[in-house]
């Protein structure tokens, strides 16, 4: 069975507090994203990486970095934890081969910045 | 770029009958791949049914079944013979062939028995 893991369900920081999220695949997936899901906005990429060491921008960076060193693994820093990153973070991953796989998606971290 | 619109943020249904949830999409690409996704309350986002835009047959996944129109780039879930368990949140996804993915706002779909 599949599985996306993420390091916490749920979190509460402090403003400014230096904040890291964990997310480790089982599946050999190339590509790795993060999003932040806020209602009525959806799903937000903040981040996606297709390798080890790879990373790319997504729509909503600011505020946020990212770091990938082993192909399982990949990690969402909040470098200054602020109250409006307070949110649903979700990881997903896929494979990068040709065919339209799916995403797989971890359980979520509820983040909240107080 | 890509866009992916669900008008309905919220809807309902009676137990056993059955429910299409609507989505349209933006692109200029003839080669991608469309599908739905469930996020029961809080639980794991699943997958429920993937189409490929190069098939005409519309998919089938038991319940769940798929409106692929791609001609007016709609893509609406039908689900049929509602249960409880299909409370959750659905999205509407687009994967495009940069392996990037496009995902609607969502529609909050509540069963009542």
């Known amino acids: 069975d599949v599985k996306v893991t993420q390091s916490s369900r749920y979190l509460v920081k402090r403003t400014g507090e230096k904040v890291f999220l964990e997310c480790v695949q089982d599946?050999?997936?190339?590509?790795m994203f993060w999003y932040r899901q806020d209602p009525g906005l959806g799903l937000r990429l903040i981040y996606f990486?297709?390798?080890?060491?790879?990373?790319e921008k997504g729509d909503i960076p600011e505020g946020y970095s990212v770091s990938r060193e082993k192909k399982e693994r990949f990690s969402l820093i909040l470098e200054s934890a602020s109250t409006n990153q307070t949110s649903m973070y979700l990881c997903?991953?896929?494979?990068?081969?040709?065919?339209?796989?799916?995403?797989?998606f971890g359980p979520g971290t509820r983040l909240t910045v107080t | 770029a890509q866009t992916v619109t669900q008008s309905q943020p919220e809807m309902s249904v009676q137990e056993a009958e059955t429910v299409t949830l609507s989505c349209t999409y933006d692109?200029?690409?003839?080669?991608?791949?469309l599908f739905w996704y469930k996020q029961p309350p809080s639980r794991q986002m699943i997958l429920v049914i993937r189409q490929e835009a190069y098939k005409q047959q519309n998919a089938t996944e038991n319940r769940f079944s798929v409106n692929f129109q791609k001609a007016a780039k709609s893509f609406s879930l039908k689900i049929s013979d509602s249960q409880l368990g299909d409370t959750a949140m659905y999205f509407c996804a687009f994967r495009d062939t940069g392996n990037q993915f496009y995902f609607g706002t969502g529609t909050s779909l509540t069963v009542i028995p």
């Open positions: 692109t200029s690409e003839s080669n991608y791949y």
């Open positions: 997903a991953s896929t494979s990068g081969l040709a065919g339209g796989r799916e995403q797989y």
């Open positions: 599946m050999d997936h190339e590509n």
């Open positions: 990486s297709y390798d080890v060491k790879m990373k």
